[in-house]
């Protein structure tokens, strides 16, 4: 009875977006539970569907004998035709014009393609629930990030110009001048090569200190005077009268 009850659990979880599977207890088989609940999706999309096609096939044939006698008594014709053309365009007319239909081909679709999926060992979860997890998860670091960005700007105040200073009053030994930066260098990383007009030097561990009650970015930087092969580099101009 309870490896029945964790295999219906494991069913019910494998709806949820595969990228919280991890967060699920490993006691639920939830692969083979999505492979189930693939299938079980298909059999519901079947419930929904014959049921509602054959209701909506007979309105419809009946719209088509109803305008065909209409016709009949004033024409004295009986159009046999218009009958047939409802009929045969019930299975469309249901599939994309009635929410039933939409909901059919869905629970089809989808429980079709998770079942194979999973029996071919890539399961996933419900397609409706993956997007609405991924627009609220993005809306929700978008945000997130954005607020970490106004607080550090906030942080580092007005953007100003770079400043070169010694290793000493960097408080960084071993390098030969550091460059003291307003805002974070993208691509500025340890062991990027930097070309200047005054040669090659090596970047060292950038460091974050709080300068005058302003959060600063030191970049620490040592000629590069050895063979090491340059794999990244950038490019910067030193500020004129500049020598070390």
């Known amino acids: 009875m309870m490896s029945a009850i964790r295999f219906v659990c494991a069913m019910a979880a494998s709806l949820l977006p595969s990228r919280h599977w991890n967060r699920i207890s490993p006691d639920l088989p939830i ?68 929410p039933a239909g939409w909901l059919t081909m869905y629970l089809l679709g989808t429980g079709t393609y998770r079942a194979i999926a999973a029996y071919f060992d890539d399961p996933f979860g419900d397609p409706m629930l993956t997007g609405i997890d991924y627009v609220v998860s993005h809306g929700w670091t978008r945000r997130a990030t954005r607020r970490a960005i106004d607080t550090r700007e906030t942080r580092e105040g007005p953007e100003v110009a770079d400043r070169v200073v010694s290793p000493t009053a960097a408080g960084i030994p071993g390098c030969d001048f550091a460059i003291v930066a307003s805002r974070r260098k993208e691509g500025w990383e340890r062991g990027v090569a930097v070309f200047t007009q005054g040669g090659c030097y090596r970047l060292g561990d950038p460091v974050e200190r709080t300068i005058n009650g302003r959060l600063r970015t030191l ?11 340059v794999r990244k580099s950038v490019r910067y101009d030193l500020p004129p009268g500049f020598t070390r």
């Open 31 to 98: 692969e083979r539970g999505a492979f189930a609940a693939g299938i079980a999706t298909m059999f519901a999309g079947a419930t929904v569907g014959i049921p509602g096609f054959l209701a909506h096939a007979h309105a419809e044939t009946s719209a088509g004998l109803d305008l065909a006698l209409a016709r009949m008594w004033k024409t004295e014709v009986y159009r046999g035709d218009l009958v047939m053309g409802h009929s045969g365009l019930a299975i469309f007319t249901f599939l994309l014009l009635t």
């Open 219 to 229: 970049y620490p930087l040592t000629a590069h005077a050895d063979l090491e092969v």
